[in-house]
T-cell receptor, first 115, second 116 residues
Framework: AQSVTQLGSHVSVSEGALVLLRCNYS??????LFWYVQYPNQGLQLLLK??????LVKGINGFEAEFKKSETSFHLTKPSAHMSDAAEYFC?????????????FGTGTRLLVSP | GAVVSQHPSWVICKSGTSVKIECRSL??????MFWYRQFPKQSLMLMAT?????????EQGVEKDKFLINHASLTLSTLTVTSAHPEDSSFYIC????????????FGEGSRLTVL
């Protein structure tokens, strides 16, 4: 079975500081991993995804994540936080061998950015 | 990118009534759509997978008679919450995948249901 653990329900950073959101996964098959962002009362927007190939994945808005199989991690980073980055972030892994379809989401991490 | 739209964005209804939420893919054909439920400050829980022209596949623990899903065309799936009760109040989100299976799910903006 697939599962995702996001450490820290809230992360607070100052504007301009490094953003690090942690995600660890469990998967019985090679995983496809995703990071989504959700703004209040909105749906989810894909930030980036890892399927195969290069383990360092770059996404939109300056975010990137690195797939580390040995650590079963897929942490999300951004060198310099911006106020507009404040949102809820979800890590997700595909459910079983379903390709890109069924996703299992983590519980989310709310990023707070202070001036 | 592909656009998925949900309607209504907000709905308030009385207990015992039924509510229909629509999920439309505006600029692509969606062979498969997914319905999720999100409780406050929690993650998304997959409720069901909806394939055009066939019955939806429900996740374990989801009442199929309570949450009726219809995927009548390649651009529209509907979720009907029947005989709604206050515990059905939640944020419902749909997503769709294109027939090209490009590796991305496209999410609707969500529909917030409040049952009084």
């Amino acid at each position: 079975a697939q599962s995702v653990t996001q450490l820290g329900s809230h992360v607070s950073v100052s504007e301009g500081a490094l953003v690090l959101l942690r995600c660890n996964y469990s998967s019985s098959v090679p995983p496809y991993l995703f990071w989504y962002v959700q703004y209040p009362n909105q749906g989810l927007q894909l930030l980036l995804k890892y399927t195969t190939g290069a383990t360092l994945v770059k996404g939109i808005n300056g975010f990137e994540a690195e797939f580390k199989k040995s650590e079963t991690s897929f942490h999300l980073t951004k060198p310099s936080a911006h106020m507009s980055d404040a949102a809820e972030y979800f890590c997700a892994v595909t459910k079983g061998n379903t390709g890109f379809q069924k996703l299992v989401f983590g519980t989310g991490t709310r990023l707070l950015v202070s001036p | 990118g592909a656009v998925v739209s949900q309607h209504p964005s907000w709905v308030i209804c009385k207990s015992g009534t039924s509510v229909k939420i629509e999920c439309r893919s505006l600029d692509f054909q969606a062979t498969t759509m997914f319905w999720y439920r999100q409780f406050p400050k929690q993650s998304l829980m997959l409720m069901a997978t909806s394939n055009e022209g066939s019955k939806a596949t429900y996740e374990q623990g989801v009442e199929k008679d309570k949450f009726l899903i219809n995927h009548a065309s390649l651009t529209l799936s509907t979720l009907t919450v029947t005989s709604a009760h206050p515990e059905d109040s939640s944020f419902y989100i749909c997503s769709a995948i294109t027939s090209q299976n490009t590796g991305e799910l496209f999410f609707g903006e969500g529909s917030r249901l409040t049952v009084l």
